[in-house]
């Protein structure tokens, strides 16, 4: 169990209430948030919703290669049958494949993007690195959901990630679309810390890649952030990118359509915010998951 | 087996190919087809799409005792043990209750509905009488979905239907959200029968109703009809109404939202259409889920 003190306290075996999360949203205080990229109009934004969403943010040849790139992993068996690799619970496909910062110099290029770089730092108000990153793929009929949660959640009870200081980014490859299972949300379920009940069971990580039991909320918790701010679930074409605090409560339905779903997912951890011991008192899941090594800030890929 | 000619064989075991329907969609013939009450505009929108959506069709004051009918089936102990309701297969709760036009006059009245019962006829170009009636209910975060079907393939296989020449009506009592797992279809599959592969158990409904496992199309079937005609999810407030023709593939996802889904369906058939014996070769489905007994032409209720 970690030695500082549990901000935010989950999985006793116990139903607890949700209660207000005891962090900022962006970091970045005083006259320094107005230093952009993003001004006050989507900081805003992101502090009420927890998330920001930019159609087209980059161009489709620009995201093209990473979906190559994805063909060629498939046929990399060495790679394929690593624990990095993680399959479709109902088809015998790749679902994710994680550390992909650490495989592809492009995807380590793109976590480098001075245009994303940019407004992590000032949402963090702090430099910040790869706590974890993938590729996430729902083939056609195939790609199954998953159930509501919170990253942060998972991260501080498994990881032993301290506070609220962190932010997905998820770059999609293909159109995401009403019937392909795209990324739900709650907006505004990033105020609070909704504890969940279950205890982490040992070596949980080897499960809740493929579905995810432990760590979801109680029903009447969803029930009522969902009643209070809905349910987005942003679409658009492949270059699209979604920004989302680490807090905010999400999850995906199944694909229910013959077009896949494939996007690229990264995380950012405040430099100032680094891993410490697991709170549900484990042993830390494996590096690739969850980043300590390789901890160094980001530079500016120029 | 039937003694009619299979118009539509499926479920052999082995793997067919799709062909073309051998019925029309609208069955009223010439200068009959001009009568109304559909238009020319609704009557080519049904025969390219196979359904025509009535946003609002019934004020929600109409609909709202159906939805009182519903919750007081639930403390029905004597109607919940009986055969005809189905429990949904992930929660303790009423997924469907069947032959609702026999238990409820308010339900009788409505599948006699002028307006319905008009549009009814002219479609099929005959009288009709109820094959299937019942209301469906997805509950807030449990209400499973369903796998992409024909429902003609079933009642022509598990009931003896002979022909494609019935339609189903869906009326909603709440709500059908993006989210709540709404009714999705497949515009232009109506005109193709997409054979199934796997023969059917014996007692098969006793699986069906909470899952179809059975019946559900290739996905290269599924996969081409999808990409030639693309996916559509009708969605609107309660009251709203739906009419899709017999052999329309549809579908639905969980609902993964806490806005509980519910609305009634009821299957008009041609009564130059009734039931034969069973082509899949089984004994019949209960009454309850394919009328034998009370086939009368449905009269108008004044």
Redesign the interface.
């Known amino acids: 169990m970690s030695d500082s003190q549990d901000e935010y306290v989950t999985r006793t075996g116990e139903k607890q209430s949700i209660f207000p999360r005891r962090d900022p949203v962006v970091h970045t205080r005083n006259q320094a948030r107005w230093d952009g990229p993003l001004g006050e109009e989507a900081l805003s934004s992101y502090e009420r919703d927890g998330f920001l969403w930019f159609e087209g943010f980059f161009s489709e040849e620009r995201v093209e290669p990473f979906f190559d790139e994805l063909r060629n992993m498939a046929n990399d068996s060495e790679l394929m049958n690593s624990k990095r690799v993680i399959k479709d619970p109902e088809a015998d496909e790749i679902r994710s494949v994680f550390a992909m910062h650490e495989i592809s110099e492009r995807f380590s290029e793109l976590t480098r993007d001075p245009r994303i770089l940019g407004m992590i730092r000032q949402l963090l108000g702090s430099d910040a690195y790869i706590h974890q990153s993938r590729i996430n793929d729902k083939f ?2 195939q790609g199954s ?1 998953f159930n ?1 949660h919170s990253d942060f959640e998972t991260w501080h009870s498994e990881d032993g990630m301290p506070r609220m200081r962190a932010i997905s980014a998820s770059l999609m490859l293909t159109d995401n679309n ?2 392909n299972g795209p990324l ?1 949300l709650i907006p505004g379920s990033h105020h609070y810390f909704v504890p969940a009940v279950q205890k982490t069971p040992d070596q949980n990580w080897k499960d809740s890649l493929k579905a995810q039991r432990v760590g979801v909320p109680e ?1 009447e918790h ?2 009522w952030l ?2 209070r701010g809905g ?1 987005q ?1 942003p679409k658009g074409r492949p270059g699209s990118l979604l920004l989302f605090e680490c807090n905010t409560l999400h ?1 995906s ?2 694909n ?3 077009w896949p779903r494939s996007n690229l997912f990264f995380v950012y951890n405040s430099v100032d915010n680094v891993l410490t011991d697991p709170y549900c008192g484990n042993k830390p899941r494996p590096d690739f998951l969850a980043a300590r090594e390789n901890i160094e800030p980001l530079a500016m890929n120029d």
């Open positions: 056609g009929f959901g509501w009403e019937f739900m029903q969803l029930a969902a009643r349910i679930a999850a339905n199944q229910m359509s013959p």
